[in-house]
Every structure is written in structure tokens, then in C-alpha cells.
């Protein structure tokens, strides 16, 4: 289904947030027809609904509750924010009744049919993968734009006219029901996230991993060195010799392997050649430089040279609350990786201090993640590990059944207290890491508020 192809339709939209507020500017100026219902089920509808959708009262009629699915039934298409859950009782009423449900980043890969978008997912690292390939790709000389989670909504493309490229970042909750897929899908990584809206771990890979098999992709680059999604992508029918929901045939690339875009001592190699020492990256961490790896790869999977490294680096700024410097105070480096809401994302961000001291701040929302690798590698080695609610308990006592005596492994009661501890205990030339390991939810917003929180605390002493 297509944007252009609903004027005049009956729309049901569910849910708020960026995507929806971008779809309800486009459909105001062009489809003027459409008839809209406003579904509200978790809460009241917005006082200013009317004024967000930009459509005069006429057309538009606001349902709650228990006469919301009832309304959303007799529309023609619903449009979900990407937080609502496929898995929902009333989305699956709304399926068994024959109701398409779509996002708006679904209707705009339908209008361009996927061509000359390359799509990055990843339980880690699809958005600096993406701002990568665009920072890239500019720098080749190609017309590129950047959208979805990272840049601008997708529809907002529609203002833009057509690029030669665009780079594409995709949540799960977007893939999920997606139809449409890009001509270059491209997966970095792949561990446990999101069960609660996907109902489970199994569920979570499967829908995560549409994308490489949707109608539209032509090739898709994998993460070599991740056996958890080399296996997933085998059991899902995604991996070498393949066809994509349209049935055309789909090439499959590396990074992360010999024969390909590779990491070697922190450095970029190409087969082997060595194009830029780790020195010469703008960013910390083996793992970013895999994301390099992963963009280089996507670039030439659409048919675009890969510019000249590291010279095409110059100016890219990694992207706020992922191993970002706070400060260095009395010799004393502070750096923000709010951003790791997952334990595997936590062990990738200790990796990137080899040799330095390491005092780790953790803790979030239980989503009941399991802390027996990362507190093995802490109990295994001499990081001081203090830990925030709602999870940091939980990894204090992985920390400790794995070796490390009660002073090294310490429960705060929030942030503040967490980063007093950090300032009495780091000598010079240590690291203090905030790496959760766990989602914010819990006492933020997001996981951008508590690294601004981190970072409020550090400067202000």
C-alpha cells in the first residue's frame, strides 16, 4: 500500500510520536479526502488532536476504549505508531477482520519500491552504522538523505523529491508488518531486546530478521562475526543463495570477514590491505569500527564506490551518548554510553579501554536480562562495578558469584549517588563508563535523559 494511494480513504491512526506527527502533516496537505479516526486505548485522546492532524473537525472522529477497535475496524488502513505493538489483542482483532495496519515508513518504502534505499537494523549499532553511510556517502559525491529513526521521519522525504540514495534506519517494532523492504538491507547485530513488545526472544529475531527477505531487497550485508544472527538468519531462510519475497534472487555480503571489510587490531582492512589505522577513526571501539565495516560494505552493495579512507572520516562527530567524552577531570576520564541498554552492548563498550582502570556505572529497567557473561568478565577482571536501579542489584550479585569482593562490586541508590562513588574511588588516569546494560524506562524518559543526567552530575559538582 502507497501513500498516493489513500486519498479519499477512511485512516485510522493509533498512537503519537515523531512518525505519526510527520504522517499527519503530509496527510493534510495531500490527501485532502481522507477521513481520519484517531484511536486512543491507553490513555484520553489529546485535548489538540484536531490541531496536530491538521484537518478541520469534519473530518475526523476520535474514538476511546472499547469503541475504538469497533471504529478502527471500518477503516481501510490503519497507520500504527511504531510503539504499538503488533502483538496487541486489538491489533490482532483489527488483522482478524481483514484491517491492513501499516506505519508511515511502510507507506513511503512502498511509493519508492525500496530502490536506492539501504535499510540498517540491529539490536546494537544500526544508528551509527547509519549516520556512517550517509557521512559516506556524501562524502563520495552522492545525493544521499537520511531517514527514519535517525534523521528525518521517511515522509518527509516526500517534500525532498527523489535522492539517489537514502539511508534508512529501521527499529524492529517498524520491521514487523513491513511489506515493502529496501534494495540493500543490512543487519550489525543481533542479541536479546524488546521482549515485552514482541512477546518473546524467538519472536523478536524472526521479525527483526524480515527485512532480509522482504520484497524489494537485493542484497543483504550480515554481520560476519556474529554467530547468534549467522544462526538466526540460516533457521529464517536469510543467509547465501536466497529470494526475496517477489522472488528475486538476493546477494548476500560480509563485513567482519577475511575476504571483505574487516577489523584487525582496531584498524580497517580491505582483504587484507590496510586503509586506516584505529588512530585515524573519530570514534572509540572495535565495535564502531565494525559499524564502519558495515556502512563501507551497504555503500558498495548499492553500487557506489567507497570513498577514500580515512579522508572521507574527516568531520564525522560519533553520535551523542555512545562512548561519549563528559570530561576529563583530575585525570580522570568520564565518558557516557547510555546507549548500551544490553549486556552483550555493555561488554563491547569495557572492550574499548584496554589497559585503562575502569569504574562502571550500571543499572536500568528489568526487562530480565541476563547478567551472567557480563558479570563473569567483571568478576574476571579488576573493573569497580557500581550498580543503579532497577537492575544494578542484579548485576552487583553476577558480579560477586563471579569473584569480585564485596568493596569492588557496590549498590548505589541513583545516579547521584553512583557518580559521588565513582569521584571518591577514580584515580588519575582511570575511566568512570555509565554502560547500563539495561533500558532507562525505568526513572527516564530515555536513554537520552539519563546520559544528560550523567552528565549534569559530573560537571556540577
Known amino acids: 500500500m502507497r501513500f498516493s494511494e489513500l486519498d479519499g480513504a477512511r485512516i485510522g491512526v493509533w498512537g503519537v510520536g515523531r512518525e505519526i506527527v510527520s504522517f499527519a502533516d503530509q496527510l493534510a496537505r495531500r490527501l485532502p479526502a481522507a477521513q481520519i479516526v484517531v484511536a486512543a486505548f491507553d490513555a484520553a485522546p489529546a485535548a489538540d488532536v484536531r490541531e496536530t492532524l491538521h484537518a478541520p473537525a469534519a473530518r475526523i472522529v476520535i474514538a476511546a476504549d472499547e469503541d475504538a477497535v469497533?471504529?478502527?475496524?471500518?477503516?481501510?488502513?490503519?497507520?500504527?505508531?511504531?510503539?504499538?505493538?503488533?502483538?496487541?489483542?486489538?491489533?490482532?482483532?483489527?488483522?482478524?477482520?481483514?484491517?491492513?495496519?501499516?506505519?508511515?515508513?511502510?507507506?513511503?518504502?512502498?511509493?519508492?519500491?525500496?530502490?536506492?534505499?539501504?535499510?540498517?537494523?540491529?539490536?546494537?549499532?544500526?544508528?551509527?552504522?547509519?549516520?556512517?553511510?550517509?557521512?559516506?556517502?556524501?562524502?563520495?559525491?552522492?545525493?544521499?538523505?537520511?531517514?527514519?529513526?535517525?534523521?528525518?521521519?521517511?515522509?518527509?522525504?516526500?517534500?525532498?523529491?527523489?535522492?539517489?540514495?537514502?539511508?534508512?534506519?529501521?527499529?524492529?517494532?517498524?520491521?514487523?508488518?513491513?511489506?515493502?523492504?529496501?534494495?540493500?538491507?543490512?543487519?550489525?547485530?543481533?542479541?536479546?531486546?524488546?521482549?515485552?513488545?514482541h512477546g518473546s526472544e524467538d519472536a523478536y529475531r524472526a521479525e527483526k530478521l524480515r527485512l532480509l527477505t522482504l520484497p524489494g531487497v537485493r542484497t543483504r550485508v550480515i554481520n560476519g562475526r556474529d554467530q547468534r544472527l549467522l544462526a538466526a538468519a540460516v533457521a529464517h531462510g536469510a543467509r547465501d543463495a536466497g529470494a526475496a519475497g517477489d522472488g528475486a534472487p538476493i546477494a548476500t555480503?560480509?563485513?567482519?570477514?577475511?575476504?571483505?571489510?574487516?577489523?584487525?587490531?582496531?584498524?580497517?582492512?580491505?582483504?587484507?590491505e590496510l586503509l586506516a589505522r584505529s588512530c585515524e577513526l573519530p570514534f572509540r571501539g572495535e565495535h564502531n569500527a565494525l559499524n564502519l565495516c558495515a556502512a563501507l560494505t551497504a555503500i558498495e552493495a548499492i553500487g557506489s564506490t567507497a570513498p577514500r579512507l580515512p579522508d572521507a572520516l574527516h568531520g564525522f562527530r560519533p553520535l551523542p551518548h555512545r562512548l561519549e567524552t563528559v570530561a576529563e577531570i583530575d585525570g580522570v576520564l568520564w565518558v557516557d554510553d547510555s546507549i548500551s541498554t544490553t549486556p552483550e552492548s555493555t561488554l563491547a563498550a569495557l572492550a574499548s579501554f584496554p589497559g585503562r582502570e575502569l569504574i562502571l556505572i550500571a543499572g536500568g529497567q528489568d526487562r530480565g536480562q541476563d547478567f551472567g557473561q557480563l558479570g563473569r568478565v567483571l568478576g574476571a577482571g579488576s573493573t569497580i562495578v557500581i550498580g543503579v536501579p532497577s537492575t544494578g542489584p542484579r548485576l552487583i550479585a553476577a558480579v560477586r558469584d563471579a569473584g569480585t569482593p564485596v568493596t569492588g562490586a557496590i549498590v548505589a541508590v541513583d545516579m547521584r549517588e553512583a557518580v559521588c562513588l565513582a569521584r571518591e574511588l577514580a584515580r588519575p588516569g582511570a575511566v568512570v563508563l555509565l554502560s547500563p546494560a539495561a533500558p532507562s524506562y525505568d526513572h527516564y524518559r530515555d536513554f537520552q535523559q539519563r546520559g544528560a543526567r550523567f552528565r549534569e552530575l559530573v560537571e556540577h559538582r
Open 253 to 272: 555480503r560480509y563485513f567482519g570477514v577475511r575476504d571483505g571489510w574487516d577489523v584487525v587490531d582496531g584498524s580497517i582492512v580491505m582483504r587484507g
Open 70 to 197: 469497533a471504529a478502527l475496524a471500518k477503516c481501510e488502513v490503519v497507520v500504527r505508531s511504531p510503539g504499538v505493538s503488533i502483538h496487541r489483542a486489538e491489533m490482532l482483532t483489527l488483522r482478524a477482520a481483514g484491517v491492513p495496519v501499516t506505519t508511515a515508513t511502510a507507506l513511503w518504502l512502498a511509493e519508492r519500491g525500496g530502490a536506492g534505499v539501504i535499510g540498517v537494523t540491529g539490536t546494537k549499532g544500526k544508528s551509527t552504522t547509519a549516520a556512517l553511510a550517509f557521512h559516506l556517502a556524501r562524502a563520495a559525491g552522492t545525493d544521499v538523505k537520511l531517514a527514519g529513526n535517525i534523521g528525518v521521519p521517511a515522509l518527509d522525504l516526500l517534500d525532498a523529491g527523489p535522492a539517489e540514495l537514502t539511508v534508512l534506519e529501521l527499529s524492529s517494532y517498524q520491521i514487523a508488518d513491513l511489506r515493502t523492504g529496501p534494495q540493500v538491507a543490512l543487519v550489525t547485530s543481533l542479541f536479546k531486546e524488546h521482549t515485552d513488545w
